[in-house]
C-alpha cells in the first residue's frame, strides 16, 4: 500500500458483518478547483503533498525534507485487539510506526506514534500527534476544562463551526489551567472523550475538513528545538485514549474509568478498600508540634481514620527548617529543631494506634536557600544570562539528570528505610520555566516518571498520591506511576462538587482525593454544615483535613457516623460504574454501582427556587424492572424503572446545601 490508511468509522460499535461498501475515493467525485488525487483524512495525514489540513507531524531535517507523505504502509496484527501500522516516507526518510489498541474491556482506543529518522542528518520535529481520531459531521459542541491553582475543572463549552477549536498547555507540568481532554457531543446524543496519558505540554486541535467531518488530533506540545533526532533515532509519544459512546458524557467516563484502572498498578496487584486519611496540612500547616501532632493521631484514631498523612514542614538542612515556604525544598532531612528524635516517635505512635503513616515530599523542588542549592545551584533548571523566575519562592530541578535522581531516590529512600511509611504524597508547586538552554521539557516527565519508578519498584508496597498545589498534575500518564490524586487545594464543599464533577469525567472516584475541611473553608471563607462537607466527600477517596481537636460534639459524632458509613459503602462507590446528571433547581447527583444496584448521592448546591422540586431522572435504570429506593429517615418508595428513567423519582424537601444517599435496589 502505498499511502497511511484512510479513516472510515469512528463511532458506537456496527453489528457484526458490516462493511463500509464502496471505496471511499469511488464514492467521492472530483469537485471543481481539486487536486485530481483525492486525499482523504488519514490516520497520518501528511504535509505539502496534498492534504491541506493539519498534519499528524511537522518536521525537516535543515530546512529540507518539510514535505511529507507516507510511501508504503505494512500493518502488523499484534494479538487480538492490537494493530501496528508501520509507515515509511521513502523520500522524507522518516518512518512512523502508529500502535492502535481496541480494547474490549474499557472501550477504549489507545493510539501512540513513533517517529524514526531513517535518512542522513538531524531531524526537527515540532508537532508530533500521539493520534487523530475522525468527528462525525454532527458533532456540535466540545467540553473542555480549564480552571486555575484552587479552581480546578473549570468545564469551558464551545461550539463546534469551521473554526479549528484549539487548547493547548505550555506550563511544563499538566496544568491546573487546561486538562488534557475533552468531549465532544453530537446532535443525535453519541458523544467521544479524548484525554493524553503525558503530565507535561499538551495540545489538542479538532478541525473541520472538506467533507464536514473533523479530525480531532492530540500529543505533546514541542518548544522549538525541543525534538531533534539524530539518523536512526527514534521518539515516541504519550498514549492518546479516545472513546465514543451512545450513552453520551457517561458512557464516555465508564469507558475512561475501566481504562484508568486498567493502567494503574496497586501494591499486591489489587486495590485495597482505600483507607481514610487524614492530613495533616490545612490544621497544621507549617507548625509542627510532636506532642500536638500526636494528639491528632489520637483523635484521628478514635473518629476511625485509617491513614495519617504528615504534610510539608518536617524537614530541612544543616542552617534551617522548613518553618515557611521560603527554604528547605531539597534539604530532605529530618527537622530536629522539630522532631528531636527523628519522625519515629510521631510514626510509631501513628502505627501504633492502627492507621497507615505516610509522608509529604516536593522531591522535583529546590529553594534558593537550601543546603541543596547553596551546593548545586546548576542543578536547578536554568538558562545562563537569563534571570532565575521563582514562584512559591522554589526553582525546579533538572530531572533529566542522573544525579539529580539519584539524590533524590536516596533521600526519599532514606526515610522509607527507617520508618514504617507505605505512602507518599507527591507535590508539585509550580509551573515550568527555564526548562534548559535547549528545552528539556519532556525530560523533566520522564524524570520524574523514571524517579516514581524507580521508588514503586524498590519499595513495592508504598503508594504515591501525585499532587501538584491540589489539581496541577491529573492525568492518565501520571496515574501509571500513582493512587491518588489531591484533587484540589480548594476543599469547600460548593466548590467541590463542580471540580469533583470534571474529575469524574475521566478518572475514576477511587482516586479521587476528597477532604473534609475546616469551616471557614481555609481557600474561600465560605462555611458549610459538616454533614455537607462529608456528604460532598464521600464518594472520592475520603479523608479529613482539620485539626480534629477544635470539633466540637456535634461536629465530631456526624464524622465519625459519616467515616463509619464510608467504610460501608466504600466497596460499591469504588471500581463500580458511575454515572452523573443535573436534575435543575440547583440540583446535582451521581450514582454509583449497576442497573440491579445503586448508590444514589443528590447533592442540592442552593436553596430551590421552585415551589415544587424537579423529579430526578435516572438514565440508567433497566426500565423492564421495578426499583425501590430508600433513604435514611423515610419510608421507601418503589418505582417502575420506566417511570424513574422517563419521568423521574420525586424529591423530599433538601436544605440549601445538603447530600442525599438513596438506596436503590432492583425489586
Ligand atoms: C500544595 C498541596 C497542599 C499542601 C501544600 C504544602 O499546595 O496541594 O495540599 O501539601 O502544597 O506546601
Given at each position: ?303 476511625g481514620i485509617e491513614r495519617f498523612v504528615l504534610d510539608d514542614g518536617w524537614f530541612g538542612g544543616k542552617a534551617k527548617g522548613r518553618d515557611d515556604d521560603t527554604s528547605s ?275 442540592r448546591i442552593a436553596p430551590t427556587t421552585q415551589r415544587h422540586l424537579p423529579h430526578l431522572r435516572l438514565p440508567m435504570v433497566d426500565p423492564t424492572r421495578s426499583y425501590r ?39
Amino acid at each position: 500500500m502505498g499511502e497511511a490508511p484512510l479513516w472510515r468509522y469512528w463511532g458506537p460499535r456496527l453489528p457484526d458483518g458490516v462493511t463500509p461498501g464502496a471505496a471511499l475515493r469511488d464514492t467521492r467525485p472530483e469537485p471543481s478547483f481539486a487536486l485530481h488525487f483525492d486525499q482523504p483524512l488519514s490516520i497520518f495525514p501528511g504535509v505539502g503533498l496534498g492534504w491541506f489540513g493539519q498534519s499528524a507531524l511537522l518536521a525537516h531535517r535543515g530546512g529540507g525534507d518539510w514535505a511529507q507523505a507516507i510511501t508504503d504502509c505494512r500493518v502488523e496484527p499484534v494479538g487480538t485487539d492490537t494493530l501496528r501500522f508501520h509507515l515509511t516516507d521513502a523520500a522524507a526518510q522518516v518512518a512512523a510506526i502508529i500502535t492502535a489498541r481496541l480494547d474490549p474491556a474499557t472501550d477504549t482506543l489507545t493510539l501512540s506514534t513513533t517517529l524514526t529518522n531513517s535518512g542522513d542528518g538531524i531531524v526537527d520535529v515540532s508537532w508530533l500527534a500521539a493520534g487523530n481520531v475522525p468527528l462525525p459531521p454532527d458533532a456540535d459542541a466540545v467540553r473542555s476544562w480549564a480552571g486555575r491553582h484552587n479552581s480546578e475543572f473549570v468545564a469551558v463549552d464551545d461550539t463546534l463551526t469551521r473554526s479549528t477549536w484549539r487548547r493547548e498547555n505550555r506550563r511544563g507540568l499538566t496544568s491546573h489551567d487546561c486538562f488534557p481532554g475533552a468531549v465532544v457531543t453530537c446532535a443525535d446524543g453519541t458523544a467521544y472523550g479524548v484525554q493524553l496519558a503525558w503530565s507535561g505540554n499538551h495540545l489538542q486541535q479538532i478541525e473541520w475538513i472538506d467533507d464536514g467531518t473533523r479530525q480531532w488530533q492530540m500529543g505533546e506540545w514541542l518548544a522549538p528545538g525541543e525534538v531533534r533526532l539524530n539518523p536512526g533515532e527514534a521518539i515516541t509519544t504519550p498514549d492518546m485514549l479516545a472513546t465514543v459512546s451512545a450513552e453520551g458524557a457517561n458512557g464516555v467516563a465508564w469507558a475512561f474509568h475501566r481504562a484508568i484502572r486498567a493502567r494503574m498498578t496497586w501494591p499486591g496487584d489489587a486495590m485495597r478498600p482505600r483507607p481514610v486519611h487524614l492530613n495533616t496540612w490545612e490544621g497544621f500547616y507549617f507548625d509542627h508540634d510532636l506532642s500536638a501532632l500526636k494528639e491528632l493521631a489520637d483523635a484521628a484514631a478514635t473518629v476511625g481514620i485509617e491513614r495519617f498523612v504528615l504534610d510539608d514542614g518536617w524537614f530541612g538542612g544543616k542552617a534551617k527548617g522548613r518553618d515557611d515556604d521560603t527554604s528547605s525544598l531539597g534539604d530532605w532531612a529530618v527537622d530536629f529543631r522539630k522532631y528531636p528524635d527523628g519522625l519515629a516517635p510521631l510514626a510509631d505512635h501513628v502505627v501504633g494506634l492502627g492507621m497507615e503513616f505516610g509522608l509529604w515530599v516536593e522531591p522535583e523542588m529546590i529553594n534558593p536557600d537550601s543546603d541543596l542549592y547553596r551546593a548545586h545551584p546548576d542543578w536547578a533548571l536554568h538558562i545562563d544570562g537569563r534571570p532565575l523566575l521563582g514562584a512559591r519562592n522554589q526553582l525546579v530541578l533538572d530531572m533529566g539528570r542522573a544525579d539529580v535522581r539519584d539524590y533524590l531516590f536516596t533521600a526519599i529512600a532514606g526515610h522509607l528505610d527507617s520508618l514504617p511509611i507505605s505512602y507518599l504524597k507527591w507535590d508539585h508547586n509550580r509551573d515550568l520555566t527555564h526548562a534548559g538552554r535547549t528545552p528539556q521539557f519532556r525530560a523533566q516527565v520522564l524524570g520524574a516518571y523514571a524517579l516514581m519508578a524507580r521508588l514503586r519498584s524498590a519499595y513495592p508496597a508504598v503508594e504515591i498520591e501525585a499532587c501538584a498545589g491540589g489539581g496541577g498534575r491529573i492525568d492518565a500518564g501520571i496515574i501509571a506511576h500513582t493512587h491518588r490524586f489531591w484533587t484540589s487545594d480548594c476543599i469547600d464543599a460548593i466548590s467541590r462538587v463542580s471540580i469533583q464533577r470534571g474529575f469524574l469525567q475521566f478518572m475514576p472516584p477511587e482516586v479521587m482525593g476528597s477532604h473534609v475541611g475546616a469551616c471557614p473553608a481555609h481557600s474561600t471563607g465560605r462555611m458549610q454544615s459538616m454533614p455537607f462537607r462529608a456528604g460532598v466527600a464521600l464518594p472520592g477517596h475520603f479523608g479529613v483535613e482539620l485539626d480534629l481537636r477544635q470539633l466540637n460534639a456535634i461536629e465530631t459524632a456526624d464524622l465519625t457516623a459519616t467515616i463509619a458509613r464510608y467504610k460501608t459503602l466504600r466497596d460499591r462507590l469504588h471500581g463500580t460504574r458511575v454515572w452523573q446528571g443535573e436534575a435543575g433547581d440547583s440540583v446535582v447527583w451521581q450514582a454509583h454501582g449497576d442497573s440491579a444496584a445503586l448508590l444514589l448521592l443528590v447533592t442540592r448546591i442552593a436553596p430551590t427556587t421552585q415551589r415544587h422540586l424537579p423529579h430526578l431522572r435516572l438514565p440508567m435504570v433497566d426500565p423492564t424492572r421495578s426499583y425501590r429506593f430508600a433513604r435514611e429517615g423515610a419510608a421507601p418508595i418503589e418505582l417502575d424503572g420506566a417511570w424513574a428513567a422517563r419521568v423521574g423519582l420525586p424529591l423530599p424537601p433538601m436544605r440549601g446545601e445538603e447530600v442525599l444517599i438513596v438506596e436503590v435496589t432492583a425489586l
